[in-house]
């Protein structure tokens, strides 16, 4: 068995600077949470989006470059491409878990449909063809030609490490040398409007070993700040992440998937080239990032305008923007920060996005998605099953399928477990096999019961991550008590595994409220609800006798309650609190300070990501803080 | 003397639904507060405004049109000819207060290069002109046509009214005459894109006297609804507020501007018309517009994006958009809705509009403008000298110049006083004159003197507002108490006021703490400081130990020291508080529920309209409430 045909989502194996190895998509299999978000994935998600990149004619605009249809391009804007190839990306990654004949059939159909747009010359793109052919390259800021083609290279590679079939990663490897050879030091300057491809040549250096797309991703990054990737107003370059060079940036502003991306992409580079003072630049970035940008949902980009992040500590909760892929940019980014100095504060952050910001993104019908995540809703938003802009959703579909790739690292020391979820896993070290089956009603509960199997006859580490959130936490191996010290997040269990062995990893879990750096004036005498991982919100329509923006909690009052909203079983809270009467208020705004009259209520808070699944209703995340 | 010919802002003598009548801007000489702004303007603004118009290539576009200057259109967008219409307006109604021979004669300049750019057949606009001339009435959702019209129908009329030459009123009667003839019943259909022309077609038809000016504001506002206005989307019709026929408008939405000059026009239509479906779509609107979507300053628009109106309760302070525009907007409709009822919550309005948020849009300085006008900042918003999109600094300078016009009106009882301020007036009742002297010192002081000349022997009614801010006021005449009792927010003191009396008239003033609906989730758990009309906030220019968003004030302590900021005299309100001891948040966002740590501090409060006048740094207009 060859490690490096597996289908990882990076394969960082020959990466000078990873710390952390990942572990093949298809070695894990998950059965829990995100399993049930899998099965919806395949049989819901996949397929009916498919149907939508039919219908509303992103297939047909390949077709048209072919010359198999006529007409023009159907669509609007000139990145649709990239939802045909993220939705091949993510069937390619699903194909990696199980086998899905109607869905690898269309697949295969789609990546026919592509091969046969390329240009003779490698360039490949629907946007700028026949009529639009000679804006080719002409206007890097707006036509996203450098991202469709990150779209198209990660695609291709997932599609390669998955079915070993190489029709797409040639085209895409065309496309790149095409791109190569048009683009550098000598040739013609520029920088993508949308970073993306950044990423994409690193993991196609990975791949095929050829160090000019290294190359190409470094000057790509290289020549950002310097007016090649940005129109010069209206937004100005500091959207398009082009107003200074990368490695100079103190603050993470500009268009937050574009920033993120870039930062993904400029981690990647790191991770093969050790650039101190890019790995530097990251670091201020992510520090001013966590620490003054993030909503607690582990969403980001507080503006509408522009699609952009605010300034430092600018969290508005009813227009937070949040797009759902800014989520998972900040889950990618914070993956390969991870694997480059294995530090549970990334991971952390990672499992932070994932069951709050990132999956809030898509409805638990699996065909109704978020582009903006509002934190506190006045019943009026609501999952819609397409967009005109349609990055959300195969984007949430490739992180869905892609999410196994995600749970556990290898290193020479031993294997890492970063996420739990139900599940079993066969994961290679030292080339050979280690299986381990994690049950758990994770991240419902905080006990994870693990079965380790393997022939290693060597001491190895199992390392797992104690979450930040948990504030006491205990370790059973073979049904001994062990004590055990953290070290940067996780804890170390170095022993021999040979033959069969047991783990009971036990994190205390329990609602608690959470307050927020007082600068942040939107939350300013807020709390917000959390129980392990999971963030909570109110809603109305559990909530009917007061409006949910007024209530307050009593805290001790929380207990528990097992529900299921759809299919899908959760943990409510539920416990008694005060409500503002608003009756008293009625055609007022403003008024002199007087006594409030608060009413007893009984509430109940449902996971923030499972909101909007029933009738509309006001919402909110933060809660008036008694 | 005719009183038709005095320069009234509006003329509403012969609209017979109007309860109340005005009085000429020229009756009213503003000594106080406002008077600093009227010299500031006509030493400053004016001159400085002229500047800009002649540099950026306002005026030359004029030129351009009519033949004197080679080249074509030298600014950005369709409606930069208001920006010298508006400066006319201005200076025509200075003029009503004081000589001014240079704006004058540049005045006549301006008004002599508008009328050399009117084409044959009357049309009047420089970006549609030339080479764009085809486009004429194409695009009326964007191309701001009758937008452009508007303002020059209400820079001509007060023109006409202040120095009683009609060369502009010509080309303003003639361009609007060529539209009457472009649209309408059997002609072009069509509705502006912009509001603005309605209200100066019913002020064109109240100068004239000819009702078919009239009749075609009537057809614009009738015409709306029907897509007639607007795109289909990017940005929705709403955004036009053309989803709708205006009489079934129920919540007031869309872009602010366009929704205020609207309904100012609805108004002035329904004083000529008394159409019962429009007084209650507009009474709906207002209700809905006070009660649920105005900032405590008068300011409106809560999104930056499309400069529009949120969703009912969002009112968001950092990213408040409240464009200096709107502000005035706002006045604007109030005044209407006053001349139609006489009812003093609309003459409250405007007071609160005009310390607050409408004169933060100019410094004290006279030459530097916001656009847009935040209530909470991070130090980074400062005013401009100018903007390509540049509405707002001749709309304040028109404002500023009508001032005296919106402070007195007339009715067969008698006269109202609606705003308080060292002035001096000669008013005119029943063919003869009032003189009222106003000696105070507001909006600093709540004592108001008032001296009465007059020769008239009948009795008659002289009606003081009493603000809802007042929780108590008294009222003596020459010397002597005179109880009074208050109906639709005025007290009215009916007597022969023959030879000379005093009035002086105490309203009780200082410094409250405001709340918020508990809706407004931005303000939850905050509270505003009002003394009287005016608005506080802090700044952190003048409380250098402590970051001033955490600020929380003792109200009992909070006593009032007069200082000037420039040559402006103003009253600060300065006390003992606590602020956020802010070093353990170091690096965290967000942290399990601690007690907060809280340092005493000496707190300084300036009013909201003065901030951004000093040094860059914080400010907050909404503070923690203990």
């Not at 390669?160 to 550098?184: Q, W």
Request: charged content about 25%.
């Amino acid at each position: 068995m060859e490690v490096v045909y597996l289908p990882k989502i990076l394969d960082v194996s020959r990466s000078p600077y990873a710390k952390l190895r990942t572990v093949s998509v298809s070695s894990v299999k998950v059965k829990g949470f995100m399993g049930k978000y899998f099965e919806t994935l395949v049989n819901t998600t996949l397929p009916s989006q498919y149907e939508l990149l039919e219908k509303t004619g992103r297939l047909d605009n390949f077709r048209i470059v072919s010359g198999k249809l006529e007409g023009s391009y159907k669509t609007y804007f000139p990145f649709d491409d990239t939802d045909v190839y993220k939705w091949s990306e993510a069937v390619s990654f699903a194909l990696a878990s199980r086998e899905l004949p109607e869905l690898e059939k269309n697949l295969n159909i789609v990546i026919e449909e592509i091969k046969n747009a390329q240009d003779e010359d490698g360039y490949i793109g629907t946007y700028l063809s026949r009529e639009r052919k000679k804006e080719r390259w002409t206007n890097l800021a707006w036509n996203h030609e450098l991202y469709n083609a990150g779209h198209l290279i990660q695609a291709a590679i997932a599609y390669k490490r998955v079915t070993r079939k190489t029709s797409l990663f040639e085209v895409a490897t065309r496309f790149a040398d095409h791109i190569y050879n048009t683009f550098g030091p000598g040739k013609k300057e520029g920088a993508p409007g949308h970073p993306e491809v950044e990423m994409a040549l690193v993991e196609l250096f990975r791949e095929t070993g050829d160090r000019k797309f290294l190359e190409l991703s470094n000057y790509f990054l290289s020549t950002r700040g310097k007016g090649l990737a940005s129109v010069p107003r209206n937004p100005e370059p500091e959207y398009f992440i082009d107003h200074k060079p990368f490695v100079e940036l103190e603050e993470i502003t500009g268009h937050a998937v574009r920033a993120l991306y870039l930062c993904s992409g400029a981690t990647d580079l790191y991770l093969e080239t050790g650039d101190e003072q890019l790995w530097q630049a990251l670091n201020r970035l992510w520090e001013n990032f966590v620490s003054k940008k993030m909503y607690i949902t582990g969403g980001t980009g507080s503006r509408h305008d522009w699609e952009s992040f605010g300034e430092e500590y600018e969290l508005p909760n009813r227009r937070s923007y949040a797009e759902s892929c800014a989520a998972i940019a900040n889950f990618m980014w914070n993956f390969r920060m991870l694997l480059a100095t294995g530090e549970g504060k990334y991971s952390d952050l990672m499992e932070q996005i994932l069951y709050n910001g990132l999956l809030a993104g898509i409805s638990l019908d699996g065909k109704h998605y978020f582009y903006f995540n509002p934190l506190e809703d006045f019943g009026k938003t609501r999952r819609k099953k397409w967009f005109d802009c349609a990055c959300c959703p195969p984007n949430l579909a490739r992180f869905i399928a892609s999410f196994p790739g995600y749970m556990y690292t290898v290193s020479d020391k031993g294997i890492q477990v970063h996420l739990y979820e139900k599940s079993s896993a066969e994961l290679l070290l030292k080339d050979s096999s280690v299986k381990i089956e994690q049950k758990t009603n994770y991240p419902w509960e905080g006990h994870i019961y693990f079965t380790i199997e393997t022939d290693i006859e060597e001491p190895f580490s199992i390392y797992l991550r104690v979450p930040s959130w948990s504030s006491n936490y205990s370790v059973r191996i073979d049904g001994n008590d062990n004590p055990v010290e953290m070290q940067s997040g996780y804890v170390e269990l170095n022993r021999c595994w040979e033959g069969g062995h047991t783990i009971e990893f036990s994190l205390k879990m329990k609602p608690e409220l959470m307050e927020t750096h007082p600068l942040v004036r939107d939350n300013l005498g807020k709390v917000a609800v959390r129980k392990g991982p999971v963030v909570y919100c109110v809603e109305q329509v559990d909530n009917p006798d007061f409006h949910v923006w007024t209530l307050t909690v009593d805290s001790e009052s929380m207990r528990e309650e097992k529900c299921k909203i759809l299919d899908r079983e959760m943990v409510l809270l539920k416990g008694t609190g005060r409500a503002i009467e608003l009756s008293e208020w009625k055609g007022k705004l403003y008024s002199q300070l007087s006594r409030t009259k608060e009413i007893p209520v009984l509430f109940t808070l449902v996971p923030y990501y499972a909101w909007a699944n029933r009738e509309p209703g006001s919402m909110g995340v933060w809660l008036r803080k008694t």
